[in-house]
């Protein structure tokens, strides 16, 4: 089927920067909306950032112009760009996209989501 796989994930200190990856895999004809998630102890899961096939970003308040969202279609992969990181940015960032894979002669809508990587901000 599809999967969604993320990576980049890791220990950094505040104000420094790291770059997640979301990596689609399966038999994918199209992906449309890609959405990062973060979520972390004690607090319930936040949308941080959204792009359409088309491009267009939307931003959490806490992450609006620190992190940058992008896409490559042709790699069916999506990007996190985070800079100017706080302690507050630690969390289990996952991804989620909706995919229209091919199966057989049809074609079908999966929502998978990734496994997450651990982003950990700490002096």
């Known amino acids: 089927q599809v999967q969604l796989v993320e990576s980049g994930g890791g220990l950094v200190q505040p104000g420094g920067s790291l770059r997640l990856s979301c990596a689609a895999s399966?038999?994918?004809?199209?992906?449309?909306?890609m959405r990062w998630y973060r979520h972390a102890p004690g607090k319930e899961r936040e949308l941080v950032a959204t792009i359409t096939s088309g491009g267009n970003t939307n931003y959490a308040d806490s992450v609006k112009g620190r992190f940058t969202i992008s896409r490559d279609n042709a790699k069916n992969t999506m990007y996190l760009q985070m800079n100017s990181l706080k302690l507050e940015d630690t969390a289990v960032y996952y991804c989620?996209?909706?995919?229209?894979?091919?199966?057989?002669?049809?074609?079908?809508?999966?929502?998978?989501w990734g496994q997450g990587t651990l982003v950990t901000v700490s002096s």
């Open positions: 989620n996209a909706q995919v229209i894979y091919t199966t057989g002669l049809s074609r079908r809508t999966l929502d998978p």
């Open positions: 399966g038999d994918i004809f199209s992906i449309n909306t």
